[in-house]
């Protein structure tokens, strides 16, 4: 499978506790992002790497959400003291822009975090 | 503030016919939009883009249509099948002069074909 890996696909945790989501991009890809996806919305943007380099955050991306993508392959997404409000779908998707315009993102089938 | 607006929440059609998807977007300086399509419990798929040169894009049975005066975009499905059902969903991006070159999302429209 070549496509974009999530783990876990499901998460289910207690308010309070921290949680850690691992994305491994298509291998050939060197830009990687985070989205969230609540229901009835689209996906927001949360952050995204290009390479090693953590270049844009959103301001949904809280103090308590940290990632990182240490040499350029996977990246991690970990949310600490989880609250009910981040109970969503963490979507990681993948590029190789190449110096195109058209960037297509192909996404991985996300982690859906419960916080009870 | 959405930058990116799909007004229909919902849409059924029957088989065979056409399906028409709409988007609307208020910052002018997207340059290039796609259509993503979402099973539930599944990621998003890409479906079919179009750069804000042109103003026609057909792949098969999708045809995206792009009227930038109107900054509106829509998705036609022609002829529609019972496994296009799905949640659609419209992006957006730009390069360039305070654009961004990550995608704005819609919230999207469930599309039910029936048999």
């Known amino acids: 499978d070549t496509g974009v890996s999530q783990n876990p696909r499901h998460k289910i945790t207690k308010r309070g506790q921290n949680v850690t989501f691992r994305c491994d991009p298509i291998?050939?890809?060197?830009?990687l992002y985070w989205y969230r996806q609540t229901l009835g919305q689209g996906p927001e943007f949360l952050t995204y790497f290009q390479n090693e380099a953590q270049l844009e955050k959103s301001r949904l991306l809280s103090d308590r959400f940290s990632a990182e993508r240490p040499k350029g392959s996977f990246s991690t997404l970990e949310i600490q003291r989880t609250e009910q409000g981040d109970s969503a779908m963490y979507l990681c998707?993948?590029?190789?822009?190449?110096?195109?315009?058209?960037?297509?993102?192909?996404f991985g089938s996300g982690t859906q975090l419960s916080v009870l | 503030d959405q930058q990116v607006k799909q007004n229909s929440p919902s849409l059924s059609v029957q088989e065979g016919r056409i399906s028409i998807l709409n988007c609307d977007y208020t910052n002018s300086m997207f340059d290039y939009f796609l259509w993503y399509k979402k099973y539930p419990a599944e990621g998003p798929t890409f479906l079919i883009s179009i750069s804000s040169i042109k103003d026609k894009n057909e792949d098969g049975r999708f045809t995206v249509f792009l009227n930038k005066s109107a900054k509106h975009l829509s998705l036609h499905i022609v002829p529609s099948q019972p496994g296009d059902s799905a949640v659609y969903f419209c992006a957006a991006s730009g390069i360039g002069g305070g654009a961004t070159n990550k995608l704005i999302f819609g919230t999207g429209t469930l599309l039910a074909v029936q048999p």
């Open positions: 998707a993948s590029s190789d822009p190449s110096g195109t315009l058209d960037e297509k993102l192909f």
């Open positions: 291998s050939e890809h060197n830009r």
